[in-house]
């Protein structure tokens, strides 16, 4: 496979991330497009990493550290949209609306 | 050639072997109760009715993040667990390595210890641990 | 990893350490006062262990961390903004019924990555300093969870910073596509060697993106007003400060290390978004009656005043930019430390109103708050007013004519709301009350003579005024003797270029 294989998948995913957390239809879409745009950026590290011998390895674990952040992320990023639930009844964005302005 | 692929072929059969003489075996030993709740995707837990769209159990939910956080710290230890017996042998390394694995793996303990002590862990719990009602703050 | 690695790193060693102890005395035994107690010894070994540390600099440590006389230095400075959060965030939350302990983790934690950041040579540590940072703080906005705000503010902030460690992280990967590195000195040294930039300006342009998030400069800046009045108020002092002046140090050791021609092209990009800040940051203020939101407008326009050192790119500009974050720490900590002590587990002091006649009342309190707002609004002998001194110095010297001027006007907009405070604690408690808090629905009018119903006169406990004293002596000292202060950064910086 070419490396511009791997690109066009880390492309289409930085994208659907994107959209998903800018249509903000629910808090947990928003956070799953995060996700992606993170995994994106893993394909990525790893596709280069892998296709680019001369430069070591540094790609590959980087993309192990930004896995296991994006878990932390993802972990407070639930608990706190169950604390939204609990408050609004809801975690539609657009809702959740008490600040002022 | 060919020969090469026997290995290929002995390994599917003894995998083959392995998973249906696995249930053949089970079959002969295990209860047959069917049109009963064994049949049921889920054995124990959730019953599997209605749109999956459900609510579940809120107490699934923390059990469920700390099993994320640590499956997938784990995940350090597999380039440590690589790379180990040759640090090991590394005069400029040596026994470092293996202190800064246990390092690692103790500081997840104590936060296993936290989540333990919290009682985030007990499926049935005690009534000091509901979560206040936001709407009393 | 040698012993002088492990000196090197001592400071980051001390902290995390201490998170690991704090995890586990709070789990043996809930005591809130232990637990602030071993935070603020953690935290004050940190400090002690600097010194330690210097006595092996510069030491790299793996191709990963840093520890020179510039990383020590913000080190240094993250520790001394943590000690002084931790001093007021034990009061504020002893009046508060909450789970409190597990805040000193998280500040712990905070502070970790804050210190991993100044001390990142290389992308992995960029954003491992930065996640741990930044997760630590999401929980931290959304702690107070009785506040109605908090569940709100906290989704609000890990959205938008998730969303902007996502595009850094991309960003990252682009340029690592483009040089075949993570690390800043290669990385920049490959920067310089390849014809055409391919994908290393757009992934350039990605991670400005994550960092212009984390600095809160326009166009980047939303988020700022809304988390800093949702948070608890010794946590938006901590988010003001610390995440802000890690990721400066950051990006200021990053392009320090740049080439003058591959850092144009995105020069000239911050000295619009320095612009604007500055601008966006002095007019949104303009209007606001609460002041958590005010200083959330006025740091937008101060990381704008510090980005103008910052375009200077010089062995100057480095120190102005130091010295003028250390004067925006001292300053915005003070404020929002006043803001601290005056709250009550009702609500926080954030209504203009609260502020009336502070000065007949809580006379100490009303003075380090003008102090604090003085400073922040540049006026001579206070450490404010030696900050941008040097950064307009800074902007002169490299001929920045348009981005020094737009600095002027913004301090002269920025003088009226600061001194408009200032008029309304000198006022006394009747003047004004009838017209203004009659449209403050909020509250009753209050009666001529009489002390209003709020704030009530709560005492300042040990540790805020430690730490208030503390800020009121930096304030003052380092605006009248900025000499030994400039020195030590002088030579802290000089690594850099």
């Known amino acids: 496979m070419e490396l511009g294989a791997y690109l066009a998948v880390s492309a289409v995913l930085f994208v659907l991330g994107m959209a998903m957390a800018a249509a903000r239809r629910s808090l947990i879409y928003v956070l799953m497009g995060l996700e992606l745009i993170l995994n994106a950026a893993n394909i990525n590290l790893v596709a280069f990493a892998r296709f680019k011998p001369e430069i070591g390895l540094d790609g590959q674990i980087g993309a192990i550290f930004v896995i296991i952040l994006a878990a932390a992320e993802a972990a407070i990023g639930l608990a706190i949209v169950l604390n939204v639930y609990s408050r609004f009844g809801t975690i539609r964005p657009d809702d959740i609306d008490e600040l002022r302005q | ?137 | 990893m040698s012993r002088t690695d492990l000196t090197a790193l001592s400071p980051l060693l001390v902290v995390a350490l201490a998170a690991v102890a704090v995890l586990l005395l709070i789990s043996v035994r809930r005591n809130h006062r232990a637990t602030a107690t071993l935070t603020l010894a953690g935290l004050v070994l940190g400090l002690v262990s600097i010194s330690w540390a210097a006595t092996v600099t510069p030491h790299q440590v793996a191709p990963l961390l840093i520890a020179d006389g510039y990383a020590l230095f913000y080190s240094a400075l993250v520790l001394a903004a943590a000690v002084v959060v931790c001093l007021l965030s034990f009061d504020y939350l002893e009046q508060r019924g909450e789970q409190r302990e597990e805040f000193y983790v998280l500040l712990l934690l905070a502070t970790l990555g804050g210190l991993v950041l100044v001390g990142a040579s290389h992308f992995v540590t960029l954003f491992l300093g930065l996640e741990i940072l930044s997760v630590a703080i999401y929980v931290m906005v959304a702690y107070a969870r009785s506040s109605p705000l908090a569940a709100e503010t906290g989704i609000k902030y890990l959205v938008l910073a998730g969303a902007s460690s996502a595009f850094l992280v991309f960003g990252m990967a682009l340029v690592y596509a483009q040089t075949g590195t993570l690390e800043f000195r290669p990385l920049v040294a490959q920067l310089s060697a390849i014809e055409g930039s391919g994908l290393a300006l757009p992934g350039m342009a990605l991670m400005l993106v994550g960092v212009g998030f984390k600095l809160a400069v326009v166009p980047f800046h939303m988020w700022t007003p809304e988390v800093y009045q949702g948070a608890p108020a010794p946590v938006t002092a901590f988010v003001a400060t610390v995440s802000k002046g890690a990721m400066f140090a950051l990006l200021l050791r990053f392009f320090a290390a740049l080439g003058p021609g591959e850092a144009r092209p995105l020069l000239v990009v911050l000295g619009l978004v320095a612009m604007a800040s500055i601008l966006a940051g002095n007019l949104l203020a303009l209007l606001e009656q609460n002041i958590k939101r005010l200083l959330a407008f006025s740091s937008i326009a101060h990381l704008g005043y510090v980005l103008v050192a910052f375009l200077a790119s010089s062995a100057f500009g480095d120190e102005a930019v130091t010295f003028y974050l250390v004067a925006y720490f001292v300053s915005t900590l003070a404020a929002f430390g006043v803001v601290t002590v005056l709250s009550d587990n009702e609500r926080e002091a954030e209504r203009i109103e609260d502020y009336r006649g502070l000065f007949w009342r809580r006379p100490l309190l009303a003075t380090l708050m003008t102090g604090a707002l003085l400073s922040l609004a540049g006026i001579p002998l206070t450490t404010g007013f030696v900050g941008k001194f040097a950064v307009v110095a800074a902007g002169v010297e490299a001929s920045l004519w348009l981005p020094v001027s737009v600095l002027a006007l913004g301090s002269a907009i920025g003088l009226y709301y600061y001194l408009r405070l200032v008029v309304v604690m000198l006022s006394s408690l009747d003047a004004g009350a009838a017209t203004e808090s009659a449209a403050d629905s909020g509250r009753t009018p209050a009666d001529p003579g009489q002390t209003p119903a709020w704030p009530r006169a709560a005492r300042v406990g040990g540790g805020a005024a430690l730490a208030l004293g503390l800020l009121a002596l930096l304030l003052l000292g380092l605006g009248l003797y900025p000499g030994p202060l400039m020195d030590v950064i002088e030579s802290s910086v000089s690594p850099l270029r």
């Open chain 2, 1 to 137: 050639m060919f020969f090469d692929y026997a290995n290929v072929f002995v390994f599917a059969l003894g995998g083959a072997v392995l998973v249906f003489g696995g249930m053949w075996l089970g079959s002969l030993i295990r209860p047959k109760r069917e049109g009963e709740a064994g049949l049921e995707p889920y054995e124990c837990g959730e019953k599997p009715i209605g749109s999956a769209w459900f609510r579940f159990d809120i107490r699934y939910y923390t059990v469920a993040l700390v099993y994320l956080l640590f499956a997938v710290e784990i995940a350090f230890l597999f380039p440590w667990a690589r790379v180990l017996k040759e640090a090991l042998a590394d005069d400029a390394i040596g026994g470092l390595a293996l202190v800064e694995g246990v390092v690692f793996i103790l500081v997840l303990a104590v936060g296993l210890a936290y989540v333990w002590r919290k009682g985030d862990l007990d499926w049935v719990r005690g009534i000091s641990h509901t979560p206040d009602d936001p709407e009393e703050g």
